[in-house]
């Protein structure tokens, strides 16, 4: 084992490599970027993850990873709060938010059932979303899980568990990706916008 | 701008995101593992960054960063102390260390000289390089300056500048890199290769 460095920049380095998207190589580089920039980056990323680390929680209402309980989404007075999209995981709710397309309330599920995996409706975050239904203010569920066998399955699971209440149940689209060249798309996705073709207004 | 998460949150991502190899897309993905690891990632790097941020500093014998002064390079009695390898960088060192071919010691210049830059010798650290040189214990410095125009340049002025000690100074050999293919290489470096050529044994 080389020593050009101290043991506390090699658990540096390891922590840095645990990263998504970076491996030991990048790990590595980062860790010198540190080293050279410590008052610009080092001790404010420090400051920003112990501060994060501090407040960081599961919002109550819609399960959403923030600083803040309830969440800044459930929080915010502008939204509309008769819409819920439901989505699996809190990623997926940064990237719907990030189109800002949609301005109503999130759930995020924790995932998907898989009797693969044994998660089973109790795993998730299944009864809160009855929950809050159930409260009577919300008129649509829309549910934006993933296009997966998985995904899909929890849609129908959760469309049936729905059914009871006086509430519109709706899933994304399926169809070309923007930008996307029907010469690169699978099967599925093609029949699927052919499906659900529409007329075009001129 | 969207509010799907605090203030705080951002702060956290757009620092991330400054590391190299880490764009804002994976420094948003590397954040929400970060905030799901909150106790086994996040609160670890936040104090091994603090802890390093702490106690880094500049080696006064070679320039090489480190949590120690001198650096465990030049702390180490077991390295051979009558060769000095003079790299451009830190990188550099760390680079050549993990090869485990090279016991001796480093020198950081800190760049290279360059015109175009407006870097002359006083900018790097020549000064130190000499001074350690005239210190009577160096028999050998090795140039390990990258193969660019610039640090050719470099190499060739230190070579200069060490022509009045009795140190035997050398360069890196050029030639082709181990696993590469002909096919792949430039004519420079194939030439280089081919005028450098050994003997087989047998």
Redo the contacts between chains.
Sequence with gaps: M?????S??D??IQ??A?????GPR?A???T?????K?DS??????H??????D??QICEVCS?????NP???CE?VRRDRTTICVVED??D??AL??S?TFRGQ?HVLGGTLSALDGIGPDDLTVDSLIERVRGGEIEEVILALNATVDGQTTSHYLAEKLEEFDVKVTALAHGVPVGGELDYLDDGTLAAALRARGSVSS
Tied chains: 1, 2.
Excluded at 18 to 22: A, D, F, Y
Excluded at 32 to 36: G, M, S, V
Excluded at 41 to 46: K, S
């Design positions: 080389p020593k050009s460095h101290g506390d920049i658990a540096l922590l840095l645990k990263l998504p998207g970076l990048s590595r580089r980062s010198l970027q540190l080293l050279k410590r980056v080092m001790v404010p990323l420090a920003a993850l112990m501060n994060v680390a407040k960081v959403n990873i923030d600083t803040h969440c800044h989404v915010d809190v990623s709710l940064w938010d990030r800002e999130y």
